[in-house]
T-cell receptor, first 118, second 110 residues
Framework: NAGVTQTPKFQVLKTGQSMTLQCAQD?????MYWYRQDPGMGLRLIYY???????DKGEVPNGYNVSRLNKREFSLRLESAAPSQTSVYFC?????????????????FGAGTRLSVL | AQRVTQPEKLLSVFKGAPVELKCNYS??????LFWYVQYSRQRLQLLLR??SRESIKGFTADLNKGETSFHLKKPFAQEEDSAMYYC????????????FGQGTTLQVKP
């Protein structure tokens, strides 16, 4: 049982380049999330998807786009990378309480993608 | 606005000493709070949640609505407790979105 899988683990980009971070979960969860982790800032929500076919903005969506390709996969795209997007990116998934009871809102995280934009 | 505050970036204690990681929140409704932990080279994972009222790895956390706090405590720290700890609040409704605090690094010295 792999849980939440993120690729790549590391990436270095030049300013202006684009890339897509991939995330897949095999727990049949409805909801998926993208966070960025920065020193002193904690984890901040970039985008989330409450269910297949829906996406919505989080706290810090500017400069990012997402696609919920199917129930398993939720990708994050940087169209034109900037140094301010240097961060560690985490994908997570959960099955909200209204679908699976009180244990449903626990989030399960991927191992993270460490991105540097030069 | 909903907010989670962890005032300490770093907490350093000796093995066997008591530990308290502070977490304060602001939320207009009935809060649902969590502690997540990230050990070195491991992924972020749930440590405990207030509705479970359980002790995990010797840690407990009590929700104090009067003081709007959810501090994490352990009476005797172990070296393996060294990690980054995040307090988190369910953002709104039934979306499952979390608001995280800034995180506290716990360093347990031998």
């Amino acid at each position: 049982n792999a849980g939440v899988t993120q690729t790549p683990k590391f990436q270095v980009l030049k300013t202006g380049q684009s890339m897509t971070l991939q995330c897949a979960q095999d727990m049949n969860h409805n909801s998926m999330y993208w966070y960025r982790q920065d020193p002193g800032m904690g984890l901040r929500l970039i985008y989330y998807s409450a269910s297949e076919g829906t996406t919505d903005k989080g706290e810090v969506p500017n400069g990012y786009n997402v696609s919920r390709l199917n129930k398993r996969e939720f990708s994050l795209r940087l169209e034109s990378a900037a140094p301010s997007q240097t961060s560690v990116y985490f994908c997570a998934s959960s099955a909200p309480e209204w679908t699976s009871g009180p244990q449903g809102d626990i989030q399960y995280f991927g191992a993270g993608t460490r991105l540097s934009v030069l | 606005a909903q907010r989670v505050t962890q005032p300490e970036k770093l907490l350093s204690v000796f093995k066997g000493a008591p530990v308290e990681l502070k977490c304060n929140y602001s939320y207009s409704g009935s809060p649902e709070l969590f502690w997540y932990v990230q050990y070195s080279r491991q992924r972020l994972q749930l440590l405990l949640r207030h509705i479970s009222r359980e002790s995990i790895k010797g840690f407990t956390a009590d929700l104090n609505k009067g003081e709007t706090s959810f501090h994490l405590k352990k009476p005797f720290a172990q070296e393996e407790d060294s990690a980054m700890y995040y307090c988190a609040l369910i953002w709104s409704g039934n979306t499952g979105k979390l608001i995280f605090g800034q995180g506290t690094t716990l360093q347990v010295k031998p």
